[in-house]
């Protein structure tokens, strides 16, 4: 009788609680004597902030706080560059930066009390694009420097001879836009002054500890004096990494009032708030041979972080390097310009980067394979790393199931009987296909890519996991519960998953990079079996028989001999307590990956244990009359590795579907003279329902040897072939190629329109 | 440069929050949607419940559950016997006893509902003294057993014929009443179920996993569906370490309702729930040889339990052994008999029954060496036991500072002067003294007297330390963190001591036997070495020397020979995580005493690490026209073996001295018909300053062997001694004998009256 789930699909642990509305999201807190924060933005993109006159709303009853950036904490964040203010002083940089902050009894005196804060704004020129900001003469958007953030150039090989020797040479501009993570859940914080004076923070969050560290450095507390509780999240896909200011308002607004602070942002100030993906213009030019090779790569990336450079540069170097890792590569350069603009800052989305650089290079073999009268699909192949290999960058591939996505979602969709096949009449179909490389872990984080779990066992044989990896419902609570349920032989439901806390989880990353499955994951098994060891040594004593004799099963410790002569984990564990010596059984297991540190000079190195790959085939319906583009069919190849939870993998590879679907046909975030024009669901247009067909996803399960049992990041490789499949199935149905995300059907008429007259 | 604050005076860390108003108490604790509690309780000591109508009270608007004995559980609890239902069925066995329990939206709608529950009593005779519990034919408190709770008998030596040899012997009775514990905060407790459906409780507690055992065998749920916090605990004296029903009362309402529901006593219902100390009436007769030495001792103790045994058994074994071991005895015989009544349940307090016994085996001593024309103090001095010795019960005394409390105190009180100088007029003054012993940890709990402490180093060089060892106001929290700081050479406020939480802390027998400074004291050191060990180690990495060359100290690890080349701690601590194979200093200690267990059969066994001692010496005046005693001077000296932080010990052993005191002279739980008939402040006369002297105490340092740093349990010792000193001054002072607590006026007159008639 095993009760193990592994590889079986099970409903996520966190289920119950939020079908039955129990589950407690940052916002459903609430504690005595709360208070209710509202931020004041900015309406400019830049403007210099002549005099804030707050003592109309500080008058106003029920207000207990008015702050602007004068009243400081002085200390900038970010993550590549430490240059953003929680509120902002002198200046403003972007139309939404947060100018003032309050905190009133309730939310609606809190939002009258925004009205009544007099700021006067001088308004300034405002370099809205990247080709502004670049322009001779353009003046600095931060003191003292010139509006490139970040720039990475590299060169591998001889690029230049590798272009004279290809058989065919082809290049293209692409540009791809941002997308808003569009969460169910928007940010949300509350934080208080606990009874020791300390700062405690429940809040919305991929990471509790890069939460409490940011927050720290910021309020200039010592990270021990802020203690930072995951409350339920409700998604994430990167937004909620480290880049909202949500939670260092709410807290600032805690310390300075001395009392609980609510703040969540409704949707409106959600789509102000948050940072949006990185919008890259990518000028791809590749070399082939006859075969459909690669032989020779030319990167351009031109990206825009908006007015603060947050986790953009980091973002963008992922769209200059990591596709090259997908294929077999020799020569290849990169040259990638992150451009400060006075927009709404861009940054951490699901696919890091990965999602624009595959829109290209997708896009670009189709073409290429077309040039060569080659099928794009034995392109794919021709050029997919293998297991064993190492790449151009040195990435390791311990294993791949690229080739056996590509396979897989072709043969879903009907690739070979479908392709090329557009019909008749207005309405036209096409199939096609793009490939994509994902990290599972990365190692440039900073030297350490581990994760530590805590397995408690209680007198009723039942288990505790502490661990700090944060569950945005991505599923790592049930991957975690599932690897220790597994390795003490206990049924699911016997195992807790705790909520992270600073003061008491170990100290961990948090949900990023696709790393929680294999680093999270590897470190249950560790302290798992180090718990397991306990429980065999408890049974030799109980027993009287030589350790090695034994074996847990069942529940039980058990004489392999005898099966019959067992104590159950329970009695073993009250037993492992009560005895001379004992205690109870509360064991840390913590695994690093074996990978190397990203050399920053040559940009080389393995940075992960270990990468997964995904294939999408689609076949969509262009209305040439009206140029909609309808998806009539969807199947995305995870190669997760080995899916511990299969249900998890195809709800996860499924939502990652729907919103690379989204971002290809629907999502499109208006900036009208630098300020989100659209920032709410009636305008931002993310797909519903009725615009996806039934959504298919399979599971491809190539078995890494650094992940437990074999497991991978899960499906945020998803996210990354379904633009350019989709941009490819539109130039199968009606021949033209659309660049230029997202793919509209005014941008498809136009295209008809300019290929009848060629 | 040390910031070491081992061995000085230093506020307890929980002071800050405490005085400020902000600590959070049980009933602190607000949570939305949160019930109030209320308890019907039995006016009759014994009766039939023949029926009980809540509909009443359901319909009250507001009233969301009344529970009776019939709507379950069934499962009884209690330490010693599972005898006690959370709320009675069928019978109640005394005026207090837990009949219905109400849940309403408002504390007053509670109250109300109460009086609309209509309860049928058939009320039957009631036993409400041992007599007449133990009279032939009387019908059995419980079904199918007699009233003998529990008994004792053992003997050592031959008793007889050391009586027989003996130049003196000497028997008396003594009797000694209950004492209502009197904490600050009564019994109180927040209860709820959390959004996975678990069970979470926060409540005033000794113990928070003694409280989780006992709350899920009652209400059938495993452990681990239970989560324990402990709130700030106000008190405890023993009354909450596991026979309060009130945390069970509140999970119970919270259970069944699936609201939050908040039950905290007022202190009416305090004195009616809580558990008094055992009353015993002890026959005592020792025989001494002409110098004073004990050669024989014989002891009958009748202890009535009340209703309920709890933990009556437990504290009974104390009286009956305890004592002995203080002594260099051979001969020495007890048979001690616990007794059910239908009377209020009694149980542990601090002194755990050592109280009883020491009142009346000093009032003895101090007997027989006038009779013996002897100074009680050389009397005292030749009986103790030594250091290196080991007791007649096998209790091995690793260091004793019982001469030097006897010297202590004497001295300071003015012993040789003032004795036997009782003056003239109609107020006397007389001095008495006292002496005793107590342990500091006890392996009879289970066979583990161990702790486990974790001691977690952040990225700021600060700690944090869990431990589930209580802190209910004596100073574990501070004793944790002066050694840990004392250990990592960090200063005490750079020290965070975690609330107790079950599902985080390691597992902790919890704050009883004086057992917290010894256990996890140590635990704390083996902690915090292992966590100064990984400093080391990282240090040796960055400085690349060996380990062996290193040492911590002044807030970094240096090389000794070169005590410039340092690392400091945060930089240690931040560098352990983020390296190749690295991870937070998040480490475990646990340290379990090395003794044995107790024999059951034999009652033989060095059940405590270590054994405190403390003497005490009062001035009494005793105004021989009323009766009134008054305490001019009193002076205890604890041996606590190191004062970590003297401060502590002192304000321990002063408040141990004055509920010595008032359990003395003025404390007196009056019962009538079986129902406590003064359970408030204005009736029960807890001693007020102004009936109290500047209290005085010493420490005595007597550096057991196996306590941090030579620490054992500090001043729960002082309550034992108190007294009989008092009674002895008494005699000092006037020559009369009182056998029988409380020391009232009354007695002393009628005493006064009946020596002058003689």
């Known amino acids: 009788m095993s009760t193990s789930t592994l590889g079986t699909s099970v409903p996520q642990v966190t289920a119950r609680a939020k079908v039955l509305g129990r589950a407690q999201y940052a916002g459903d807190i609430q504690i005595p004597g709360m208070l209710h924060g509202k931020v004041l933005r900015s309406p400019y993109p830049h403007a210099r902030i002549v005099s804030i006159d707050t003592s109309a709303a500080l008058a106003l009853p029920g207000v207990k706080a008015v702050l602007t950036g004068a009243d400081g904490p002085r200390v900038c964040w970010g993550t590549h560059h430490k240059e953003r203010r929680i509120l902002a002083e002198g200046v403003v940089r972007f139309a939404g930066e947060e100018v003032a902050a309050v905190a009133a009894v309730t939310e609606e005196i809190a939002r009258d009390a925004l009205d009544l804060i007099q700021v006067e704004y001088e308004e300034l020129p405002a370099l809205l694009t990247t080709e502004q900001a670049l322009a001779d003469g353009a003046p600095g958007?931060?003191?003292?420097?010139?509006?490139?953030?970040?720039?990475?150039?590299?060169?591998?090989?001889?690029?230049?001879?590798?272009?004279?020797?290809?058989?065919?040479?082809h290049e293209q501009a692409y540009s791809t836009h941002a997308q808003y993570p569009g969460y169910m859940e928007p940010m949300a914080t509350v934080a208080r002054m606990d009874p020791d004076g300390r700062l405690q923070v429940w809040t919305s969050t991929q990471s509790a500890f890069l939460a409490?560290?940011?927050?720290?450095?910021?309020?200039?507390?010592?990270?021990?004096?802020?203690?930072?509780?995951?409350?339920?999240?409700?998604?994430?896909?990167?937004?909620?990494?480290?880049?909202?200011?949500?939670?260092?308002?709410?807290?600032?607004?805690?310390?300075?009032?001395?009392?609980?602070?609510?703040?969540?942002?409704?949707?409106?100030?959600?789509?102000?708030?948050?940072?949006?993906?990185?919008?890259?213009?990518?000028?791809?030019k590749l070399g082939m041979d006859r075969q459909g090779r690669i032989v020779a790569k030319d990167v351009r990336i031109l990206a825009d972080c908006g007015a603060y450079s947050g986790l953009s540069a980091e973002v963008m170097h992922v769209s200059?390097?990591?596709?090259?890792?997908?294929?077999?590569?020799?020569?290849?350069?990169?040259?990638?310009?992150?451009?400060?603009?006075?927009?709404?800052?861009?940054?951490?989305?699901?696919?890091?980067?990965?999602?624009?650089?595959?829109?290209?290079?997708?896009?670009?073999?189709?073409?290429?394979?077309?040039?060569?009268?080659?099928?794009?699909?034995?392109?794919?192949?021709?050029?997919?790393?293998?297991?064993?290999?190492?790449?151009?960058?040195?990435?390791?591939?311990?294993?791949t199931g690229l080739q056996e996505c590509l396979s897989q979602c072709t043969d879903a969709i009907g690739w070979k009987a479908k392709r090329g096949k557009p019909g008749?009449?207005?309405?036209?179909?096409?199939?096609?296909?793009?490939?994509?490389?994902?990290?599972?872990?990365?190692?440039?984080?900073?030297?350490?890519?581990?994760?530590?779990?805590?397995?408690?066992?209680?007198?009723?044989?039942?288990?505790?996991?502490?661990?700090?990896?944060?569950?945005?419902?991505?599923?790592?609570?049930?991957?975690?519960?599932?690897?220790?349920?597994?390795?003490?032989?206990?049924?699911?439901?016997?195992?807790?998953?705790?909520?992270?806390?600073?003061?008491?989880?170990?100290?961990?990353?948090?949900?990023?990079?696709?790393?929680?499955?294999?680093?999270?994951?590897?470190?249950?098994?560790?302290?798992?079996?180090?718990?397991?060891?306990?429980?065999?040594?408890?049974?030799?004593?109980?027993?009287?028989?030589?350790?090695?004799?034994?074996?847990?099963a069942d529940g039980a410790v058990r004489v392999r001999a005898e099966p019959k002569r067992k104590r159950g984990i329970a009695e073993l564990a009250r037993t492992h307590i009560w005895r001379h010596g004992g205690e109870a059984i509360q064991v840390s297991g913590t695994w690093d990956?074996?990978?190397?540190?990203?050399?920053?000079?040559?940009?080389?190195?393995?940075?992960?244990?270990?990468?997964?790959?995904?294939?999408?085939?689609?076949?969509?319906?262009?209305?040439?009359?009206?140029?909609?583009?309808?998806?009539?069919?969807?199947?995305?190849?995870?190669?997760?590795?080995?899916?511990?939870?299969?249900?998890?993998?195809h709800g996860q590879s499924n939502g990652a579907a729907a919103q690379a679907i989204g971002w290809t046909l629907y999502e499109h975030l208006q900036l009208e003279d630098g300020r989100i024009a659209n920032g709410n669901f009636a305008d931002y247009t993310m797909p519903t329902p009725d615009a996806l067909p039934m959504l298919r996803s399979g599971i491809v399960e190539s078995n890494d040897p650094n992940g437990p049992y074999g497991a991978k990041g899960a499906s945020e490789t998803a996210i990354l072939p379904g633009p350019a499949a989709i941009a490819n199935a539109v130039f199968d149905a009606v021949g033209v190629r659309i660049t230029d995300l997202p793919i509209t059907p005014e941008k498809v008429l136009a295209a008809l329109r300019e290929k009848h007259h060629a």
Chains 1, 2 share one sequence.
């Not at 003292?144 to 001879?161: K, L, P, Q």
């Not at 203690?227 to 339920?232: D, E, H, K, S, Y």
């Open 424 to 552: 008749h009449g207005s309405k036209r179909r096409g199939v096609g296909i793009a490939a994509a490389m994902h990290v599972s872990g990365n190692r440039t984080i900073g030297d350490w890519d581990g994760s530590t779990v805590v397995v408690k066992l209680n007198e009723d044989g039942r288990a505790f996991v502490h661990c700090a990896e944060a569950d945005m419902g991505q599923g790592a609570m049930t991957m975690l519960a599932q690897l220790v349920a597994h390795e003490l032989t206990l049924p699911l439901e016997h195992v807790h998953v705790v909520q992270p806390d600073t003061d008491s989880a170990p100290f961990a990353i948090g949900s990023l990079a696709s790393r929680v499955t294999i680093v999270a994951g590897n470190a249950a098994l560790v302290a798992a079996r180090a718990a397991r060891d306990k429980l065999v040594a408890q049974a030799a004593r109980l027993l009287e028989v030589a350790e090695s004799e034994l074996e847990l």
């Open 141 to 169: 958007i931060h003191p003292g420097r010139d509006n490139v953030s970040h720039e990475i150039r590299f060169a591998r090989g001889d690029v230049d001879a590798a272009f004279a020797q290809a058989h065919l040479v």
């Open 212 to 284: 409490r560290a940011r927050i720290a450095s910021v309020l200039e507390l010592p990270v021990s004096q802020v203690r930072v509780i995951q409350a339920t999240t409700g998604g994430g896909f990167g937004g909620k990494i480290i880049e909202d200011a949500n939670n260092l308002i709410a807290s600032l607004l805690a310390l300075r009032t001395g009392q609980p602070v609510r703040l969540v942002n409704n949707r409106l100030e959600d789509f102000v708030a948050a940072c949006t993906s990185v919008p890259e213009r990518i000028t791809l």
């Open 320 to 399: 200059a390097m990591r596709s090259d890792n997908m294929h077999r590569l020799q020569h290849v350069r990169s040259h990638a310009t992150l451009v400060y603009t006075y927009t709404p800052p861009h940054g951490a989305f699901r696919g890091f980067g990965g999602t624009q650089m595959l829109f290209a290079l997708n896009s670009h073999i189709d073409t290429m394979a077309r040039k060569l009268d080659l099928d794009p699909l034995e392109v794919h192949r021709i050029n997919a790393i293998e297991r064993g290999e190492t790449s151009v960058h040195g990435w390791q591939v311990g294993s």
């Open 593 to 649: 990956a074996k990978t190397t540190m990203f050399d920053k000079q040559n940009l080389m190195g393995n940075i992960a244990p270990a990468y997964s790959f995904a294939a999408q085939a689609v076949e969509v319906e262009v209305d040439t009359e009206t140029g909609q583009v309808t998806l009539v069919d969807s199947f995305v190849s995870d190669d997760c590795g080995k899916a511990l939870n299969p249900q998890a993998v």
